[in-house]
């Protein structure tokens, strides 16, 4: 069983930074597409981005477009969600997903194992 544990969340002003990371604890890492979804109280669950096995594609929610920038390193089996310019809007749990294959897919039934999340919180 695939496990994901993310961390780097934490408390923010707008307009600052956080970078997150995800380790996916399994050997396997490289054969998988690596998703960033997030879930604000009240609201569904957003796609945030996504990048392919081979970190050649990457792809973004209109929402974070020029602000997040997803990377990963195949080496320590960790996808990386570096945030700038944060909102309140932001404000959110952060979770990461993996899906075996090289498509990358904004539908978060595509992706197979998911972690616990982590929580950003951005004050105004």
């Known amino acids: 069983q695939v496990q994901l544990v993310e961390s780097g969340g934490g408390a923010v002003q707008a307009g600052g930074s956080l970078r997150l990371a995800c380790v996916f604890d399994?050997?396997?890492?490289?054969?998988?597409?690596m998703g960033w979804f997030r879930q604000a109280p009240g609201k569904e669950r957003e796609f945030v981005g996504a990048?392919?096995?081979?970190?050649?594609?990457?792809d973004y929610g209109d929402s974070v477009k020029g602000r997040f920038t997803i990377s990963r390193d195949n080496a320590k089996n960790t996808v990386y969600l570096q945030m700038n310019s944060l909102t309140p809007e932001d404000t959110a749990v952060y979770s990461c997903?993996?899906?075996?294959?090289?498509?990358?897919?904004?539908?978060?039934?595509?992706?197979?194992?998911w972690g616990q999340g982590t929580q950003v919180t951005v004050s105004s």
């Open positions: 997903a993996a899906r075996r294959g090289r498509l990358i897919k904004r539908d978060a039934n595509d992706y197979n194992y």
């Open positions: 399994d050997s396997t890492f490289s054969e998988y597409t």
């Open positions: 990048i392919s096995w081979s970190a050649e594609r990457t």
